[in-house]
């Protein structure tokens, strides 16, 4: 008797060192309002999210399996259970190559509540009320930055039967460019400008807020100062039809009623889509029905196709991005021709395999050269001052280098910094896509986005992109040659604290008098024939336009 109970509690405590058994089928459900896991699988006037699950098998304290949206499966290794405490590695495919990132979770009453990492690079920033514009006044201090957060992701096990392996992908295809390239299709000689819709609302854009903002860039000048394209970013996609056409899902009703619309305002359209079988949000994408999908958006109307390279990576070798793009940039041509109403192109794909040694050849009128961007200042600065170094030669009237939307008003960034933001993507010459909610746009914002001094550098028909002329330390001096002769310059302080700027004639490849306008003061500063300089608060740009 005595030794049977010793032996119970034994096999208790032994139970309970026991690490929990996550074996199974796992899916994420999405978060409610209250930011805990929502009940239900639909978010309130959305279609349902794309499903992922995640498949684990157990052996005592640890585990692997893999992770699977659609046809997207990443492997899951080095998975660890420590009580309630969960980690394990994901492998995440980026340009071809294996990246592991680290995830950590908790066990919960619910399931399982996972925390994916903020990706790198992505820092905090200040926030505040910048000072005004101006020469030597000191920059006041910014409120407390709030860093970004990493994403949390619930899980419910649907299964605790163990999961199959993860399927063997199939071969990848290869796709060459056709040797002549794409035709020009005549667009976009000088950036692109208008409004995306994912910097601000993610996954919530949908037919009402492209009316409601479409009608606001009419009320609030945003058209008149340039701001003709309005782009809805991915989440728009619905099924395909028996025919293989594809839908958009409930957001939008009627696309062709919609670009109907938005054309009334004297504006245009843009939309998303992918060369892989899904787009970066698990939506459908343009796979193997690339001349299709180009004819149903000519049909209705749009103006503008932003096609990001996402999912393609499942199906295609990484060369294949030239061919991938150029499959799509014909039928964009093609489509465009057949129903008189030519189409925008603009590549996503992060800046990979030297894009812009080909897109121009696959039909691109824009690429972007960086991942994504986020509204703070460590992101901007770095994909501003130090990504798009040595590009320029790949930019000019017709096919822009892509720095990504802008954050401006988004509130991550102080007013000072937007300016910087607003005047570095002017020189530039980069696409300017404001990335804020433009049915309520506080007056300073709209201030420096319609700012036309500025624009008119952005889009100075020349299409020179401007360039590093000085750095040292945190000042850097840019420039930019406009058609009439004259030079944009930017004097940027990167650093802390207020600083002197000097932009040295020498430096900027010019001599003799030359008068100084400054673009955010919208002041003259007078007559010089060595050198201008200005204190510049920290953060802060004196944008000027130097004319013989
Ligand atoms: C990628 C792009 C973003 C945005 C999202 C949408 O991350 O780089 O600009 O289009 O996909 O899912």
């Given at each position: 008797m005595k030794f049977s109970s010793a032996f119970t509690i034994a096999l208790l405590a032994a139970h309970a060192l026991c690490a929990a058994d996550l074996t199974g089928t796992w899916v994420v459900v999405p978060a409610g309002p209250d930011g805990?896991?929502?009940?239900?699988m639909l978010i309130a006037g959305g279609p349902p999210p794309p499903v992922v699950n995640y498949f684990i098998a157990a052996k005592g304290d640890t585990f692997a399996g893999y992770l699977s949206q659609g046809q997207n499966n990443s492997a899951i290794t080095d998975g660890k259970v420590d009580g309630d405490n969960v980690t394990f590695n994901v492998i995440r495919q980026f340009g071809g190559n294996d990246i592991k990132v680290a995830y950590s979770a908790k066990i919960t009453a619910d399931g399982l509540t996972i925390t994916i990492p903020v990706p790198a690079g992505r820092g905090g920033g200040g926030r505040g009320r910048g000072p005004a514009?101006?020469?030597?006044a000191p920059p006041v201090a910014t409120a407390a930055a709030t860093p970004p957060q990493p994403m949390l992701q619930f899980l419910r096990r649907t299964s605790t039967a163990v999961p199959p392996p993860m399927p063997v992908p199939p071969a990848k295809e290869t796709l060459n460019p056709p040797a002549a390239g794409v035709k020009y299709d005549g667009l976009a000689k000088t950036p692109p400008m208008g409004w995306n819709s994912w910097n601000k609302f993610q996954a919530r854009v949908n037919d009402q807020v492209v009316r409601d903002v479409a009608d606001a860039m009419v009320k609030n000048g945003m058209r008149d100062a340039g701001y003709v394209y309005v782009n809805i970013d991915d989440t728009w996609e619905g099924t395909r039809d028996a025919q293989g056409n594809i839908r958009a899902n409930e957001k939008f009703p009627d696309m062709k009623a919609l670009a109907d619309y938005v054309h009334s305002k004297g504006l245009k359209l843009g939309i998303y889509s992918s060369p892989g079988p899904k787009t970066c949000a698990g939506y459908e994408g343009s796979y193997q029905h690339e001349a299709q999908d180009a004819q149903t958006w000519a049909a209705w109307g749009i103006d503008y196709l932003k096609y990001d390279w996402c999912s393609a990576t499942q199906v295609y070798t990484p060369d294949s991005q030239p061919g991938a793009y150029a499959k799509m940039g014909q039928a964009l041509l093609d489509a465009g021709l057949a129903s008189g109403h030519p189409i925008v192109y603009s590549l996503c794909q992060y800046g990979q395999v030297d894009v812009g040694t080909w897109g121009a050849n696959a039909g691109g009128n824009l690429w972007r050269t960086t991942g994504d961007i986020s509204d703070n200042w460590a992101s901007m600065s770095n994909i501003g001052f130090t990504q798009q170094i040595g590009r320029e030669k790949f930019s000019g009237p017709g096919h822009w280098n892509d720095p990504d939307m802008l954050e401006i008003g988004n509130g991550g960034m102080t007013d000072t910094e937007y300016r910087t933001h607003m005047s570095l993507w002017s020189l530039l010459a980069a696409p300017l896509l404001a990335g804020n909610d433009l049915r309520s746009v506080a007056p300073d914002i709209l201030e420096i986005l319609t700012n036309k001094e500025v624009i008119a550098i952005d889009q100075d028909p020349l299409g020179k992109q401007g360039v590093q002329v000085s750095k040292d330390g945190d000042a850097e001096v840019w420039a930019r040659t406009l058609a009439d002769g004259s030079i944009a310059v930017g004097l940027f302080n990167r650093g802390a604290t207020q600083i002197p700027v000097a932009a040295n004639w020498s430096a900027l490849g010019i001599s003799g008098a030359y008068k100084a306008r400054d673009l955010w003061a919208h002041a003259d500063r007078g007559t010089g024939s060595d050198e201008f300089w200005a204190n510049v608060p920290s953060h802060g740009v004196v944008l000027l336009k130097l004319t013989k």
């Open positions: 805990k896991p929502a009940t239900s514009f101006g020469f030597g």
